[in-house]
């Protein structure tokens, strides 16, 4: 085990946090712990049951990047016990052995240990376990798991020397071992690799229209079109409206004031007007007005009943006030008003169960601005797709930690994620995947299992001696390649495969897309082929990119595959047409060509007679910006 790892304990308690009990658990478990590693720094925070500060406290201490998180307390079945539903919001993977091994030794305790809801999970390469909140409880259930935890946290932060220790000696119990379908040794016998790839090449528009089949004919489209869910509107911005909305009051609900002025009888025509009072916004006064009287009204105020017009203050003339200035006493009209003038009668913008937005509707600002004046506060909207987003490779690591020799940041993983959330899809962080077997295999399989309902990888499935996920898709999870290649430059290796896995005790469709590793590859195969389908899936009418007409500025070398070349668009007012430029250098691993693009320009494959597109030549591009389009 490495001294280097950090070490956590957050005790849970209302109490505690107050200073109303003493806390005996926490201290209790930071002394075991400093036993058990031989470390004398181990964190401890106290917190209340309180679901935010609980999420803070975990989340700073991953961030700090905690090896072992051990919480203690909120774990039983009162109204404040909430630690599990706080670190299920947080994990990404489950560890149910762990909590199965606690519960299992505790009932051999106690009966009463079936009352606890404790869980534990991973989140990065942090691992946390909920102990129960007593003293001697808490104890037993650290003593039950704390051989095992050593191993658990050198495989999870990948310290190969002390993993391996660990599996000799485990080895070493048996005469004869289990063994998989499978070995890294297979994989390894890189002499045996295929030289070409059994994949037939696609066109992208063959490939799409796969997608959308392989959607239509199962059973997540279906899901999705009848799955919502209901949320407040403030939560609901570009969200699909699963239901039609009708108002269920009149608007305005009163008789308003469309003016600045004063509510008087039309009858009374022009000349002097006692004023009684004032009303402004919000008010509720309903003066009854008599044969030359009239009240101060303001802007979107109740008019009294009594009243049938208001008469702006610009029609108007002050003739006396009282002596502090602070109310108005006589007023002469100096305009004729008409009966109903500038009011705004009872459901005269909207009458009562009038239908508002249809099902169907996307729901953006003005859309949600309409819902609240209505009062609608809760609406059904479809469920969006949780896309589960991992990056595969032994020489990716995470941009928070210090570049190791041949080694390069990860950025197709936070990438994809932001696009999915620019995107207003649900994207989970699945992590860094090294091109190992068992573990790729145990990632895909759990994600699927727990949360998500598609995974998006890049990299591994291409040529390389160590491209092993086409493998594992259709070994381990029992998938189909429903395609492997596309002529397409960037994203020729552009995987789609599918399988069905039980999750919530129904059979359910699963979707997968292998992206190339290369970023600009991931970025450009994540626009045409995922996108749009997770947008069907999600309910929205207009799914696919728009495309323009754009004339190039310079000549352009074809490939003997069509490209998609990043460029930016510019109208030019005197062609009276967008015109194209690409951005740089567009070799696929070269994400700097990326952020000035607002188009994929479409380029078609190179033949002996078109050799180059050239200037002045007229080309459709895809939009990708449409607001940055100058």
């Known amino acids: 085990m490495q001294k280097s790892f950090k070490f956590a304990v957050v005790t849970v308690s209302d109490s505690c946090s107050s200073g109303t009990a003493q806390d005996t658990s926490g201290p209790n478990l930071v002394r075991l712990i400093e036993r058990k590693f031989d470390v004398s720094d181990v964190i401890y925070r106290l917190v209340p049951d309180d679901f935010l500060k609980i999420k803070e406290c975990l989340e700073g ?30 994990i990404e993977r489950e560890a149910p052995g762990i909590t199965h091994a606690m519960m299992s030794g505790s009932l051999k305790v106690t009966p009463h240990a079936m009352s606890s809801r404790a869980i534990s999970g991973i989140c990065k390469s942090t691992l946390i376990i909920n102990f129960p909140g007593s003293k001697k409880a808490s104890q037993e259930c650290f003593e039950i798991i704390e051989t ?40 390894n016998k890189i002499a045996y690799r295929l030289r070409s790839s059994p994949y037939p090449m696609l066109t992208v528009d063959q490939a799409n229209n796969i997608i959308n089949e392989v959607i239509t004919s199962g059973s997540l489209l279906e899901e999705f079109a009848t799955k919502t869910e209901c949320l407040t509107i403030d939560k609901c911005l570009n969200r699909i409206l699963a239901q039609d909305m009708y108002s269920k009051i009149p608007l305005p609900p009163f008789r308003a004031s469309i003016k600045d002025g004063y509510a008087a009888l039309s009858s009374d025509k022009v000349g002097v007007r006692d004023v009684l009072q004032g009303i402004c916004a919000g008010d509720h006064l309903n003066t009854e007005l008599k044969s030359g009287q ?61 239908l508002v937005l249809n099902k169907g509707t996307l729901l953006c600002a003005s859309e949600i601005g309409l819902l609240a004046s209505i009062g609608a506060n809760k609406v059904a909207v479809f469920r969006v797709p949780k896309v589960g987003v991992l990056s595969t490779g032994n020489e ?28 207003h899809m649900k994207a989970v962080d699945l992590g860094i995947v ?38 594992i898709l259709q070994k381990e999870l029992n998938a189909t390649i429903h395609f492997g290649r596309v002529n397409m430059k960037p994203g020729k290796p552009t995987t789609f495969a599918s399988c069905t896995m039980q999750a919530e005790h ?51 070398n074809l490939d003997p595959r069509p490209e998609y070349a990043r460029a930016s668009a510019f109208w030019c007012p005197t ?56």
């Open 294 to 354: 009239c009240v101060r009204i303001n802007t979107g105020a109740m008019v009294p009943d009594s009243a049938d017009c208001v008469i702006q203050v610009e029609d108007t003339k002050l003739l006396k006030h009282s002596e502090d200035g602070t109310q108005e006493l006589q007023i002469e009209v100096m305009v004729e008003a008409k009966p109903g003038q500038d009011i705004r009668e009872v459901g005269s913008d909207l009458p009562i169960n009038t």
């Open 148 to 187: 095992a935890l050593p191993h658990a946290l050198n495989v999870l932060r990948d310290v190969q020397k002390d993993v391996k220790t660990t599996h000799q000696e485990i080895q070493g119990h048996f005469n004869k071992g289990c063994h998989h379908n499978h070995s890294n040794a297979d994989v």
């Open 434 to 471: 090294h091109d190992d077997y068992e573990q790729m295999t145990n990632v895909l399989n759990n994600s699927f299992k727990n949360k998500c309902d598609i995974i998006i990888s890049t990299g591994c499935v291409s040529m390389g001696d160590r491209d092993i996920l086409k493998e």
């Open 506 to 556: 129904k059979v359910k469709q699963k979707l997968i897309f292998a992206l190339p590793g290369n970023p600009v590859s991931a970025f450009v195969t994540f626009q045409l082929f995922v996108l749009p389908h997770l947008k069907r899936l999600a309910q929205y009418e207009n799914v696919e990119h728009p495309l323009m007409e754009v004339e190039l500025i310079e000549d352009l």
């Open 61 to 90: 201490l991953i961030s700090e990047d905690v090896a072992l998180i051990v919480t203690t307390g909120g774990t039983g079945l009162g109204p404040r016990d909430i630690t599990p539903e706080v670190t299920k919001a947080i």
């Open 396 to 423: 990716l690591q995470s941009v928070d930690s210090e570049l190791k020799p041949g080694h390069i940041y990860d950025s197709n993983k936070i990438m994809l994620m932001n696009l999915l959330e620019e995107n």
């Open 575 to 630: 062609k009276k047409c967008y015109l194209a430029q690409t951005t740089g250098n567009q070799i696929s691993s070269r994400l700097a060509s990326v952020p000035r693009a607002t188009i994929l320009l479409m380029l078609p494959n190179k033949t002996e007679s078109k050799p180059k597109s050239l200037k002045g030549d007229k080309l459709n591009a895809i939009v990708l910006n449409i607001h940055a389009l100058g």
